[in-house]
């Protein structure tokens, strides 16, 4: 999951801030994205509070970088306050996670809702095991924030929506990937461990629901297993060591991702 790019694909958000103060640009922005000052009454200021904290429809399943808050700080630049709290720790049952071709983490979903891409190269034919299973974290996002991840994941908003018919009801992939570096999916995820407290807005009748529609960033087109770029282990590791610290089953990390991701430094220059 983009995760992956280190900048956004799509157009650069404009960063806006109120009265005097400069708006943040997040790294990789700061060529495109321009940082505007408007002084506003005290109305309009909790306007755009308020638009800015409107929540997104579907929680967010982070299965790669993203497993790190801290990267996930730098890049909601609209509410991480909201975004990069990390909610839950949650598994996809009978899915698999892997490196692909392309250099970054991607999860490949089970027979039963293979994409017509994954089944077209032969992928969605393979034999399940019974221990295929992705271990993430799950991030209540902002609308605006959610945006900005489909930037850095190179979702293609222009691409045309599934068929009707196609083996993945529009319920799970409502629209193909076009020429994006991954599509946008919507499954249900099982939550292993609520990190919230009760009393946080966002966790607020979610706790006792062990099951969670979630949104999960999926490259149909890239479904073979490959090494790593260079850039993405430290990123990965990091997140990997965020995401134990929370709760990550370190197991399945040594069995899964460490066939990938060699132990070592991580970009929070940790040894």
Known sequence: MLEDISEPTGPAPVAVSAAVTTAPVISGLASTATATTITTSSSQETQLKDAVATRAKYLYFAYGSNLSPTQMRQRCIYNPD????????????????IICERGYANVLPPNSISSPAQSKDGDGDQESHSDDVV?????????????????????DHSAPPAPPDAPVGRDKRPNEQGN????????SATVVEWLADEEVEG???????????????????????GPPKKEYIARMNRGIREAEALGLPVDWVQRVMRKFIPEGPDAGIQN
Do not use: C, F
């Open 135 to 155: 271990y993430g974290v799950l991030y209540e996002m902002t609308r605006e924030d959610e945006n900005l991840l489909d930037g850095y994941e190179g979702v």
């Open 180 to 187: 994006g570096s991954y599509n946008k999916w919507y499954v």
């Open 82 to 97: 909201i975004s990069a709290r990390p909610l839950a720790i949650a598994r996809l049952d009978g899915w698999k996670w």
């Open 203 to 225: 966790s607020k009748g979610l706790r006792g629901k062990e099951e969670q529609k979630v949104l999960v960033y999926v490259d149909e087109h890239r479904v073979t297993e």
